[in-house]
């Protein structure tokens, strides 16, 4: 195919990756005839857009557990907010991603980060990191499954994680209350509040439509947030409010160019 013909491609190659359940540079490369180079330039650009995770010598499919049901893709503002949550990681960090969907939507962008030491309660985010090209070293809690956050929480999951201490903290919220802080529907805030202790950095990620959102349960409070990550429709009333806490705001945007 020429490289006019590069959308068909990768739409071909996720066909085939969806029917194998595993596909290799060097397979993609003889069947559509051209470089291997090219095959590794067309993987990168569908594990940025969250349709694969690529590994060593080709790629696999995205795990469903961690994207959801299909019908809900990641929308493009979870992506833009993971990408700039990844852009915040150096090299050889210690980090810790707490579960849900906007945190998860940063994994097939890390594959590309050298020496990381990931701790989460997430099984499908560590299902996830499994699968990653460059695997980091990967920590769980443990302690009990919680079906409703579909995570593990509980004291001996806050027990190990006060056995180490981390350079930053990747977490969501359901709201973010503009006087109090990140708020959530889950009764269980221990683990969070826990996680916090123990990094250097908090950086909440959160879509901004969650901004000014009250809900009854306060997770961390503004005190406890360095960063926090959302995107670029946020109020101007908003910004200022949240600036003036001495937060470090990112707005991030939608990337509008599609990578050939």
């Known amino acids: 195919m020429s490289k006019r013909n590069t959308p068909q491609r990768r739409h071909a190659i996720l066909a085939l990756l969806n029917e194998q359940g595993e596909v290799s540079v060097d397979e993609l490369s ?8 090219t095959i590794r330039k067309d993987l990168a650009a569908l594990e940025k857009n969250g349709l694969l995770l690529r590994r060593y010598g080709g790629a696999v499919p995205l795990p469903q557990e961690l994207i959801g049901d299909s019908a809900q893709p990641v929308s493009l503002w979870k992506q833009a ?21 906007t945190t998860a939507a940063m994994i097939p962008q890390l594959g590309h980060t050298h020496g990381l030491l990931v701790m989460t309660n997430s099984l499908s985010v560590a299902n996830a990191l499994r699968e990653l090209e460059h695997e980091p070293t990967l920590l ?6 919680d079906p409703h956050s579909e995570s593990f929480q509980g004291q001996v999951a806050e027990q190990v994680l006060r056995s180490y201490d981390f350079d930053q903290l ?11 802080g990140t708020t959530t529907f889950n009764e269980l805030l221990g683990l969070s509040r826990v996680m916090a202790e123990v990094a250097r950095e908090v950086i909440v990620l959160a879509e901004s439509d969650k901004i000014g959102r009250r809900i009854p349960n306060l997770e961390l409070p503004w005190g406890d947030i360095h960063t926090l990550i959302t995107d670029e429709r946020l109020t101007t009333e908003a910004r200022s409010s949240i600036q003036a806490r001495g937060i470090k705001l990112i707005c991030a945007a939608v990337e509008t160019h599609q990578e050939t």
């Open 30 to 37: 003889r069947r559509f005839e051209t470089s291997e180079v």
């Open 81 to 101: 907010i993971a990408r700039a949550a990844v852009g915040c990681i150096r090299e050889h960090a210690r980090i810790i991603i707490d579960s849900g969907t």
């Open 140 to 145: 769980m809690t443990g302690g009990t499954w």
């Open 170 to 180: 990747f977490i969501g919220a359901d709201g973010i209350d503009l006087q109090r």
